[in-house]
């Protein structure tokens, strides 16, 4: 596997024998750590959009308030995808508490003001 924990990109070689993980290749303490967290607990952070029940913003992107469990992917979508927001949010409000399977929240990652800024509005110009 390629590290990409840093610019170097070191090609690392992992190896389980007798219940113990080896990795090779790293020139620093961070692709051991990545390797260990890639093969023994894969995580990601989720990106999404969920619907919304207005008119002129009907989309809301959100993404989880932090790195979920690979394996909860799936079910993590299927929660977000039931989701229909009724309020005006901002960017960094909840969304959801808990994302099933993990400790997760989802948040808003934009406002849904009206003519907010990334619905094309541009102040000053």
Known sequence: MICIQCPRGCRLEAKIQDGKLTVLGQRCPKGSDYARSELLDPRRTLTSTVRTSFRDRPRLPVRTSGDIPLSQ??????????????????????????????????????????????HGTNPGH
């Open 73 to 118: 992917i799936f079910a993590a979508m299927a929660a977000i995808n039931g989701v229909v927001v009724a309020e005006r949010l901002r960017a960094g409000d909840m969304v959801l508490e808990r994302l099933p399977g993990c400790d997760a929240a989802l948040i808003a990652t934009d406002d849904l003001a009206e003519g907010g800024l990334s």
